[in-house]
């Protein structure tokens, strides 16, 4: 049944659009936390950008992981 409203690109960028959003919040987050780590804390510095940067690479790959799916939903479309 088609009713002529193809919802798959709304759901495509809803995908991209909110991972997007949470990603930078992530990160800002992140960011935010280490300022406050390394002026609390100045000689662990180098630690806590090390696990700075880890963080964000785990963060950001949830939306590089996501744009991927959506984009494969897009051109693939596996559900018509």
């Known amino acids: 049944m088609n009713t002529g409203f193809d919802?798959?690109?709304?759901?495509?960028?809803?995908?991209?659009?909110?991972?997007?959003?949470g990603s930078c919040i992530g990160i800002a987050m992140l960011g935010s936390k280490l300022i406050?780590?390394?002026?609390?804390?100045?000689?662990?510095?180098q630690e806590l950008q090390s696990r700075f940067f880890l963080a964000a690479g785990v963060t950001d790959g949830a939306f590089i992981i996501?744009?991927?799916?959506?984009?494969?939903?897009a051109t693939a479309s596996p559900f018509k």
Do not use: H, K, N, Y
């Open 7 to 21: 919802i798959l690109p709304l759901a495509v960028a809803l995908l991209i659009g909110m991972s997007a959003v």
């Open 36 to 45: 406050e780590g390394t002026a609390r804390q100045p000689d662990l510095m």
């Open 66 to 73: 996501a744009t991927g799916i959506g984009l494969w939903f």
